[in-house]
């Protein structure tokens, strides 16, 4: 593979999840459009990929998602009544979400996991490298990770996974690593990938969370994925094959973020992200840092 392929143009965002852990507020709307004070979870995600310079985006999606699409549109009636009302301020808010980037949709079908769903991006992602964002997690924007996974994969041509340290009876959530150290201090290289383990069985606390900047060959790879655990293709599966097997796909390392992230999908995380985001807001910071003192003295 040429160094020109390690160039990465295009971020793939899947999100045909249910939403099952936000019901019954998400039986109508996905939960990628749950707003984090007034913006969706989801703007936030694509607000990510296009500070990291990817604006070719493509989401995956299923069925009950075109309020996704719809968010990322034009609403012609709603920017002439704001503009003939001299509302600039929330003009521009509704604009911006339409202006972000180029964005794609394809439906995955059958809902077979994250594997499956990536796989469903071959066709747009061409011959390079490319990057997955999950849709539910939330990087906070003055932690960035995917511009160090960006640098790493054009400097090494390995695949580079984000990988996070939590409590270790926690792991049983994630995809976890077995790492060795690099000269980097956040960089590491994977030697083994297990999802989901039991606490005892983890190797690490070294959890896989959702950014990933994956080679082309990870496609074939994970066509080539048995159904693993739940029955779905994992990802996780697909690139503990590349560690294996660093001459089909190349290696695989990963970045150890010590940023803020929220799991959107949890409904607590989500309660923290909305307060973390709110409170270093101008516009309702400090009336929030006041209600927050107060009622801490309630409780």
């Given at each position: 593979?040429?160094?020109?392929?390690?160039?990465?143009?295009?971020?793939?965002?899947?999100v045909?999840?249910?939403?099952?852990?936000?019901?019954?507020?998400?039986?109508?709307?996905?939960?990628?459009?749950?707003?984090?004070?007034?913006?969706?979870?989801?703007?936030?995600?694509?607000?990510?990929?296009?500070?990291?310079?990817?604006?070719?985006?493509?989401?995956?999606?299923?069925?009950?998602?075109?309020?996704?699409?719809?968010?990322?549109?034009?609403?012609?009636?709603?920017?002439?009544?704001?503009?003939?009302?001299?509302?600039?301020?929330?003009?521009?808010?509704?604009?911006?979400?339409?202006?972000?980037?180029?964005?794609?949709?394809?439906?995955?079908?059958?809902?077979?996991?994250?594997?499956?769903?990536?796989?469903?991006?071959?066709?747009?992602?061409?011959?390079?490298?490319?990057?997955?964002?999950?849709?539910?997690?939330?990087?906070?924007?003055r932690?960035?990770?995917?511009?160090?996974?960006?640098?790493?994969?054009?400097?090494?041509?390995?695949?580079?996974?984000?990988?996070?340290?939590?409590?270790?009876?926690?792991?049983?959530l994630?995809?976890?690593?077995?790492?060795?150290?690099?000269?980097?201090?956040?960089?590491?290289?994977?030697?083994?990938?297990v999802?989901?383990?039991?606490?005892e069985?983890?190797?690490?606390?070294?959890?896989?969370?959702?950014?990933?900047?994956?080679?082309?060959?990870?496609?074939?790879?994970?066509?080539?994925?048995?159904?693993?655990?739940?029955?779905?293709?994992?990802?996780?599966?697909?690139?503990?094959?590349?560690?294996?097997?660093?001459?089909?796909?190349?290696?695989?390392?990963?970045?150890?973020?010590?940023?803020?992230?929220?799991?959107?999908?949890?409904?607590?995380?989500?309660?923290?992200?909305?307060?973390?985001?709110?409170?270093?807001?101008e516009?309702?910071?400090?009336?929030?840092?006041?209600?927050?003192?107060?009622?801490?003295?309630?409780?």
């Amino acid at each position: 593979m040429t160094q020109g392929h390690f160039e990465v143009t295009k971020a793939v965002i899947p999100v045909a999840g249910l939403g099952t852990r936000f019901l019954p507020a998400t039986k109508a709307m996905p939960k990628e459009m749950l707003p984090i004070v007034d913006k969706p979870v989801i703007q936030y995600v694509v607000e990510e990929a296009v500070s990291s310079g990817l604006s070719d985006i493509l989401m995956i999606t299923g069925r009950n998602k075109n309020t996704l699409e719809n968010h990322f549109d034009r609403v012609a009636e709603l920017e002439q009544v704001l503009a003939s009302k001299g509302d600039e301020k929330k003009l521009f808010s509704v604009q911006e979400s339409s202006q972000l980037a180029d964005i794609h949709y394809t439906r995955q079908g059958d809902p077979r996991g994250l594997g499956h769903a990536v796989m469903r991006a071959q066709s747009h992602v061409g011959e390079h490298s490319f990057a997955v964002l999950l849709g539910d997690d939330v990087i906070d924007t003055r932690d960035p990770i995917l511009p160090r996974m960006l640098e790493v994969h054009r400097e090494t041509g390995d695949n580079v996974i984000a990988l996070m340290v939590v409590p270790k009876d926690q792991i049983y959530l994630y995809g976890c690593a077995s790492v060795d150290a690099t000269s980097d201090k956040d960089v590491v290289i994977v030697n083994g990938l297990v999802e989901k383990p039991k606490t005892e069985d983890a190797p690490s606390n070294l959890a896989v969370i959702g950014r990933y900047v994956l080679r082309n060959e990870m496609f074939e790879i994970l066509k080539n994925t048995k159904p693993g655990r739940g029955g779905e293709i994992q990802l996780t599966d697909a690139l503990e094959y590349a560690v294996e097997h660093p001459a089909v796909a190349g290696g695989v390392r990963g970045v150890v973020f010590e940023g803020r992230r929220y799991d959107t999908g949890d409904k607590l995380d989500f309660i923290k992200a909305t307060l973390r985001i709110a409170i270093d807001r101008e516009d309702i910071g400090s009336d929030l840092r006041a209600f927050i003192k107060d009622f801490s003295k309630e409780i």
